[in-house]
């Protein structure tokens, strides 16, 4: 491994998904782009933007980003293929459905350079270290909340120490086997207040339609789909102050058309109606969205402080109008609760985004008619995801040890973890009718004709782009062909 100094380059890399998982490099298309119902957005990279604020921070001189989702064609330009040579070190940001390709791009750079040091962070390496491990490379992975234990790897190298097994938060390999050091502990609500602004170099601010902000970690719920409580390693909710919030959004005001507060639940804060006033008087309020639950409706003061805060659209994670269903998900409220609280933010002019996941082993087809009705009722728009089997997941873990994975995992196409595509063998369906019942249900959903005349202008491009990214994934090779295999299986 190079003598890592401050003066280092140091390369941030996420790549886009790709319908076959294959890596394209200096713009090419020899893989086709996925899309999926938010690919419309582009959004900003999930955590690259406050690690370059925080190695910022901590004097590094040389950090560049390469983001290809946010321009060009979307595959690695022959910009990014230098930046990504020339770096001493490599951090990559990778999800399950980019892993494929990222362990790519890493092996071929490593190849170039054997002496690169390659850094790993996010859900899908700390669930999977074998798949990004293997071996081929220097790797480290930076496992769970890893803003401090980035620093402090970091700093070890500088200091010219190669020993980093004391250093809570790391995995790494040793030989044949995967060394996982002591965890952690998460960032106290004052630790996240302490954290920098995330930094958006002007070159890529300019090419984020939608900006996001973090306003909490962790989550209060231990819903079976969700990993967050794995990932953390205990149920623990920390919001980030008031004045922490508001400082971020002044930092970000010139990002994006639209805000996208991307806590799990927003108004599970301690002092919401406080933000939201304060959003209101600020000036800052572009239209926003946020995610929250439909219970959350009976908040004093909710609806208008969303209202005065000009947040239009609201993501809800109702997963299901079938309590069967809920309970099998270990989602903690019940369809009745879920249909007030939508009613209630409908009837005060908000627009709801549902975010439903049928085919549980409590669906039948009868069922899923019945969903697709509601959604049309209570939300403006959908998305249609089956239960997918995430690694890190307690539904993961019920899924293989019934047998019911499609492919065992050594052979998994891990591209298609986008949330589009049946995965696993359900319990009322075979694998291509739930899969086509699902695919219908976002037909019928997102039909022609539908009035928007009484959305605002924001709402309107948002329903617009929620239904393009539907159609392009439903019209895709990747759904084509997923298609094909699931006859072969069903």
């Not at 890493?106 to 899908?124: A, I």
Request: hydrophobic content about 35%.
């Amino acid at each position: 491994m190079k003598r890592i100094t401050k003066d280092s380059n140091i390369a941030l890399v996420e790549l886009p998904p790709t319908e076959t998982g294959g890596l394209s490099l200096n713009g090419r298309q020899d893989h086709k782009i996925s899309h999926n119902v938010y690919s419309g957005f582009r959004l900003p990279a999930r955590g690259l933007h406050l690690l370059h604020a925080i190695l910022d921070r901590e004097g590094y001189k040389n950090i560049k980003l390469v983001i290809p989702h946010l321009y060009g064609k979307g595959s690695p330009n022959e910009r990014d293929v230098a930046i990504l040579r020339e770096s001493d070190i490599v951090m990559a940001s990778s999800i399950t459905a980019t892993s494929p390709q990222t362990r790519q791009l890493v092996d071929l750079l490593y190849e170039d350079d054997p002496e690169k040091l390659f850094l790993f962070g996010g859900f899908d390496p700390t669930f999977r270290p074998d798949f990004y491990l293997n071996g081929r490379h220097n790797g480290l992975i930076v496992r769970g909340e890893g803003e401090k234990t980035l620093v402090e790897t970091l700093g070890r190298f500088c200091n010219g120490a190669q020993e980093v097994g004391d250093i809570p938060g790391l995995m790494f390999r040793d030989g044949d086997e995967i060394v996982t050091t002591d965890a952690r502990k998460y960032l106290t609500a004052d630790e996240l207040n302490d954290l920098p602004y995330p930094i958006y170099p002007e070159e890529i601010a300019r090419m984020i339609r939608i900006g996001a902000i973090e306003t909490s970690r962790g989550c209060p719920n231990s819903c079976e789909f969700c990993g967050i409580m794995q990932f953390y390693g205990e149920r623990k909710y920390r919001a980030k102050s008031v004045e922490h919030i508001m400082g971020e959004l002044e930092s970000m005001k010139d990002i994006g058309k639209a805000t996208f507060y991307s806590a799990d639940n927003l108004l599970a804060m301690p002092k919401q109606v406080e933000i939201l006033r304060r959003i209101a008087e600020s000036g800052l309020q572009k239209p926003g969205i946020a995610q929250l639950t439909a219970v959350s409706s009976k908040t004093p003061g909710i609806i208008q402080a969303l209202r005065d805060a000009n947040i239009e659209v609201l993501c809800m994670g109702v997963e299901s109008f079938n309590n069967e269903s809920l309970a099998f998900l270990g989602k903690p409220y019940s369809a009745e609760q879920n249909k007030e609280g939508l009613g209630a933010y409908m009837k005060g002019g908000l627009n709801n985004h549902l975010m439903m996941m049928p085919g549980e082993d409590g669906d039948t087809p009868d069922s899923l008619r019945y969903e697709v009705e509601q959604a049309k009722k209570y939300g403006t728009t959908a998305q249609f995801f089956p239960p997918g089997p995430l690694p890190g997941t307690p539904l993961r873990e019920r899924i293989e040890s019934s047998g019911r994975l499609l492919r065992p995992t050594e052979n998994e196409r891990w591209e298609l973890y986008n949330g589009h595509f049946v995965l696993s063998r359900p319990k009322n369906f075979s694998p291509l009718g739930l899969q086509e019942a699902i695919n219908q249900m976002h037909m019928d959903f997102y039909h022609e004709g539908k009035d928007l005349s009484g959305m605002s202008k924001s709402q309107q491009l948002i329903y617009r782009n929620v239904k393009k990214g539907v159609l392009k994934v439903l019209e895709s090779n990747q759904m084509k062909n997923h298609l094909e295999f699931l006859k072969s299986v069903s």
